[in-house]
Every structure is written in C-alpha cells, then in structure tokens.
C-alpha cells in the first residue's frame, strides 16, 4: 500500500512552546488529511481534516487556535500545537486520503508522533 | 456514522482461529465494513473490508450476514504477533470519508 510518514516520530517540549509535527505522503497526492489523538489505553479520536489549499475542519472540541492545521501542498500537512501543555502530551496519528487509486484500502495511516510536554 | 459495537478484549492462544464480531445495528446502504489493526505506538493498518457476504484475503476474512447489522473477523490460526487492538469501522466507500474509530477489541495472543 501508499506510505504515509510523519516527522518527527517523538518530541519532548518544555510546557508554553510550540510544536509542528508534519505529515506527508511519499508516494501518492492526497487533497485530504485526517489528525488524530490518541491517549495511552484508549482510541483514536479524530481532531480535524486537512483540505490542500484551503481552512481544516475541526471536530467539536477541538480549538483550531490550539491545534493549527496547514495543508500547503498535495503531500504536506503540518499540526501546529501552539503553546503546548503537558495535557497535550499524547500520540498523534495522521493519516491521508489516496484520490487516484481505486484500491478499496483508500486512506493511509502514519506511524504516529509521541509528544511529550514537560 | 454508524455506531460499532466491539468486545473489549479477547484472549487466545497460538495456533487458533478467532473471531471479533461487531455490531452495527445502524448501517446505512452505501457503508461498507472495514476493519484496522493497531500495534502500540504505531499508526492503525488496514485489515479488510466488506459490504456483504464474504470477503477472504491473505490474512483475514469477514463475514458480513444478510441483514449487514454485525460483522466478524475471522483470523487464522493466530500468533503472538497478532496481539493488537481490532478496531471495525463503519462508513461510505474505501475510507474516502473521515473514520470515527470506537473503543476497539483487544486481542492478546498467549503461547
């Protein structure tokens, strides 16, 4: 299948600054991008869908001043989280939507990023 | 979205078949059935996905019965590698769509 990956795979912040995790498809476009969450023992709870070229959608819940989302290009979406606080710590998962292939298996996961805010 | 309903664990052993049946009392005609598996710290993988009937691949089958209101996951003879979280999802088309994940079954494999 399509590979999806994120950078960084663990960060550590101190509490107040911000964080940019980036996540990109390697070998395929993808106009859409899904942010997820997910804290230790539980599922993934989807934050927001990142649309190329245009504002994300949030999930309700989810401040989008907090957690800023951009999708610049057709294999780049970038999760900002400003002025992190060690409740954000947790693992965020990407994930991106394969428009060209008719393959049933249409959206792809990443390996996850750990935040850890100290 | 439609609601799934999944065990919240299960246990086997090396060598077996297991099954994880969902429910999806509220499925709507065009949502197809998939289903993910996650190991810890990594990002979900897609398993299989079904409308109805049976569908078999090189690692899984689902069972799907006429009235599409629950699902099964049949896996063969099981390892320990296959210890993971199961998690079913129910939406339109081949995850064109955004995925609400529930709470997930999880499988522990013992030797």
């Known amino acids: 299948g399509a590979v999806v990956s994120q950078h960084p795979s663990w960060v550590i912040c101190k509490s107040g600054t911000s964080v940019k995790i980036e996540c990109r498809s390697l070998d395929f476009q993808a106009t859409t991008m899904f942010w997820y969450r997910q804290f230790p023992k539980q599922s993934l709870m989807l934050m927001a869908t990142s649309n190329e070229g245009s504002k994300a959608t949030y999930e309700q819940g989810v401040e989008k001043d907090k957690f800023l989302i951009n999708h610049a290009s057709l294999t780049l979406s970038t999760l900002t989280v400003t002025s992190a606080h060690p409740e954000d710590s947790s693992f965020y998962i990407c994930s991106a939507r394969d428009t060209t292939g008719a393959a049933e298996e249409t959206q792809y996961f990443g390996p996850g990023t750990r935040l850890l805010v100290l | 979205l439609a609601k799934t309903t999944q065990p919240i664990s299960m246990d086997s052993y090396e060598g077996q078949e297991v099954n994880i049946t969902c429910s999806h009392n509220?499925?709507?005609?065009?949502?197809?059935i998939t289903w993910y598996q996650q190991f810890p710290s990594q990002g979900p993988r897609f398993i299989i996905q079904g409308y109805k009937t049976k569908v078999t691949n090189e690692v899984a089958s689902l069972f799907i019965p006429a009235d599409r209101k629950s699902s099964t996951l049949s896996l063969p003879r099981v390892s320990l590698s296959d210890t993971a979280v199961y998690y079913c999802?129910?939406?339109?088309?081949?995850?064109?769509?955004?995925?609400?994940f529930g709470a997930g079954t999880r499988l522990a494999v013992h030797p």
């Open positions: 999802l129910v939406g339109p088309s081949g995850g064109y769509n955004k995925l609400i």
């Open positions: 509220n499925i709507a005609t065009n949502d197809y």
